[in-house]
T-cell receptor, first 116, second 112 residues
Framework: GESVGLHLPTLSVQEGDNSIINCAYSNSASDYFIWYKQESGKGPQFIIDIRSNMDKRQGQRVTVLLNKTVKHLSLQIAATQPGDSAVYFCAEGEGQTQGGSEKLVFGKGMKLTVNP | KAGVTQTPRYLIKTRGQQVTLSCSPISGHRSVSWYQQTPGQGLQFLFEYFSETQRNKGNFPGRFSGRQFSNSRSEMNVSTLELGDSALYLC???FGTGVDQYFGAGTRLSVL
């Protein structure tokens, strides 16, 4: 498949451990944040999102934390599995443009490797 | 429900040529966004179309253009290809405002 993350930071964890992936965003006016997962040969897949009026949101095995004071976003994956191995991207929505669309700005990404 | 379909999956072109990539969104989705993904720059927004109109545009030169048809299918065109245009081009569709975007598998373009 395509090589997405030749120059990406990498996080290696053991199967069953909890993983934390961090992201710093740039625009204090961003009102919407999303985490995507991208496996080799595939497009990014939506994992979880959070609005700027929240500081925590939980999904199935995943939790997203938002700290607006320091413009920091994190994704926590509980009981990490080999199938979680992928590149993870955060994206910030900069609010609706005049055209009515939500423009997403993506972070550089982090490669998660889960060792069995 | 079928996902976002991008064709072709792989393309090899030479400098100076032009290329057209195609994207079929999820049925019912009217917004289509295009991104360029490279190892060095990550995912960069190209443009977004809704109801055949370009609503938003990223910071790419005019060689990059797109359009959307009445059935919401979209094409993007790159003219006068440069080596630096080699990338994975991703299309994403959403229902309305562009949040909750669903991505296709991408078209890998190699410019020689």
């Amino acid at each position: 498949g395509e090589s997405v993350g030749l120059h990406l930071p990498t996080l290696s964890v053991q199967e069953g451990d909890n993983s934390i992936i961090n992201c710093a965003y740039s625009n204090s006016a961003s009102d919407y944040f999303i985490w995507y997962k991208q496996e080799s040969g595939k497009g990014p897949q939506f994992i979880i999102d959070i609005r700027s009026n929240m500081d925590k949101r939980q999904g199935q095995r995943v939790t997203v934390l938002l700290n607006k004071t320091v413009k920091h976003l994190s994704l926590q994956i509980a009981a990490t599995q080999p199938g979680d191995s992928a590149v993870y991207f955060c994206a910030e929505g900069e609010g609706q443009t005049q055209g009515g669309s939500e423009k997403l700005v993506f972070g550089k990404g982090m490669k998660l490797t889960v060792n069995p | 429900k079928a996902g976002v379909t991008q064709t072709p999956r792989y393309l090899i072109k030479t400098r100076g040529q032009q290329v057209t990539l195609s994207c079929s969104p999820i049925s019912g989705h009217r917004s289509v966004s295009w991104y360029q993904q490279t190892p060095g720059q990550g995912l960069q927004f190209l443009f977004e179309y809704f109801s055949e109109t370009q609503r938003n545009k990223g910071n790419f030169p005019g060689r990059f253009s797109g359009r959307q048809f009445s059935n919401s299918r979209s094409e993007m065109n790159v003219s006068t290809l440069e080596l630096g245009d080699s990338a994975l081009y991703l299309c994403a569709s959403s229902f309305g405002t562009g949040v909750d975007q669903y991505f296709g598998a991408g078209t890998r373009l190699s410019v020689l």
